[in-house]
């Protein structure tokens, strides 16, 4: 077992963790899945499921999770690297309905990651929320969600240097709310959704203070989308959306609009997937910061190899923007890919690993970052009860602007323990 876990990824974080900074996902998410057919992650074990508690139409599963490992650099650093033992606990809590019609799902979970003798690493994140689906009729769905969190920023975001990111934290606010229509081979869908982020103050390493209220930002998105259904496996479809970017001075606002077509498949013992090729527009009020326009891919994909075998790709172009360095939003091109596989070794004993490598390039300057990572991790089901987990990283990134590069890198191992319902 440790063999394999040297092979294989770190799935281990905490789902309150922002996986890629500020980047906020679609609010119409594309579904792939029609049953026919079952990744190893996903595939229903019934001897190690968690049993829950019921509350009259209610399910309720609260699980605790214990975590110890170290970071060879805390404060991903290019120079004087710091190196630290950590351990985390993380509770969490997921209510879910047992309605034949509508759905009621809430979820909660904390981070209490503490790091030996490096205080200001520490981590303090959790998140709340719910989301419920409202059936009308066998045509109609209304679906709301609303979630609020303290996160912390992604190290390798790109958004921020990579040392400031292993300190910042920020509040995050949305709601969202989206109807589908569905009718024979037709599916249509509105969603509108609203995000607010509010930035804490951060104490660097050397010990100054930085505010980071300028970066505070409100998005609010539109999105209508319809679907056509061409066979029972494959489905085209048409997405246009707006995003409005507001910031506390009105000069740095933005408007975004986007327009993509696309498809998504499933095909039974072979693979599924979703891939959308599209083009954006972002102008600004301030008169200094140059429009972008470009082309924009997302896709996603699982291959299945075998029963126990699932290889997992994706890849995205998408245009974002950053607010840190010089209090004026600078938009980004992010650029991502990333290459995984599960592998179940036994009924009970899964194996993953994966490789992401992503480059954002700042519009208009010579400001660069290339992203690496490697990680390798094993989950055991010990029982209904308990879940064995340990994984191992190695993340490094590369940030250039113009002759000036730093190259910072952390390599981490983990191994933790979850007890649940």
Not at 130 to 142: C, E, P, V, Y
Not at 193 to 216: I, K, S, Y
Not at 279 to 290: E, V
Not at 306 to 323: D, G, I, L
């Amino acid at each position: 077992m440790l063999a394999s876990t040297m092979l294989v990824i770190a799935g281990t974080v905490s789902p309150v963790q922002a996986q890629d900074g500020l980047l906020v996902q679609p609010p119409i998410m594309q579904d792939v899945d029609r049953d026919r057919n079952v990744s190893v992650q996903s595939r229903p074990r019934p001897s190690y499921a968690p049993l829950g508690g019921r509350l009259g139409g209610l399910m309720i599963f609260p699980q605790l999770r214990t975590t110890a490992g170290a970071s060879s650099n805390v404060y991903l650093t290019p120079r004087s690297q710091v190196g630290a033992p950590f351990a985390a606990l993380e509770p969490s809590l997921r209510v879910q309905s047992l309605w034949s019609r509508h759905s009621l799902r809430l979820d909660a979970a904390a981070l209490l990651r503490s790091f030996a003798g490096e205080p200001r690493r520490n981590e303090r994140t959790w998140d709340i929320g719910g989301s419920g689906r409202l059936d009308l009729g066998r045509a109609l769905t209304i679906i709301g969600e609303a979630r609020a969190s303290r996160g912390a920023e992604n190290l390798f975001s790109g958004e921020v240097g990579s040392d400031v990111a292993a300190l910042s934290r920020f509040r995050r606010d949305a709601a969202a709310v989206r109807a589908q229509y569905t009718s024979g081979r037709i599916r249509a869908f509105v969603a509108a959704d609203r995000a607010r982020f509010r930035f804490a103050p951060l104490e660097l390493v050397d010990g100054t203070v930085r505010d980071q209220a300028a970066r505070d930002r409100e998005v609010t998105r539109l999105v209508g989308q319809f679907e056509h259904a061409r066979t029972p496996s494959v489905s085209l479809f048409g997405q246009i959306g707006v995003t409005d970017t507001t910031y506390g001075r009105p000069a740095l606002n933005s408007h975004a609009i986007r327009a993509a077509l696309g498809f998504n498949a499933d095909i039974a013992g072979r693979a599924r997937g979703t891939l959308t090729v599209g083009y954006t527009i972002r102008d600004y009020r301030m008169a200094s910061i140059a429009p972008v326009r470009g082309a924009i891919v997302e896709g996603r994909g699982e291959l299945f190899l075998t029963r126990r075998f699932t290889v997992t790709a994706a890849a995205r172009r998408t245009a974002e923007e950053s607010a840190a360095d010089r209090a004026v939003p600078q938009p980004f091109w992010d650029n991502r890919v990333t290459l995984g596989g599960d592998y179940e070794a036994l009924a009970n004993l899964i194996l993953s690993a994966s490789g992401d490598y992503g480059w954002q390039a700042v519009i208009g300057t010579n400001r660069q970052n290339r992203t690496y990572r490697l990680a390798a991790a094993a989950r055991y089901l010990v029982s209904r009860r308990a879940t064995l987990t340990a994984g191992m990283s190695y993340a490094r990134r590369h940030a250039r602007d113009g002759p000036l590069r730093n190259y910072a890198g952390e390599g981490r191992i983990e191994a933790g323990l979850a007890y649940h319902l």
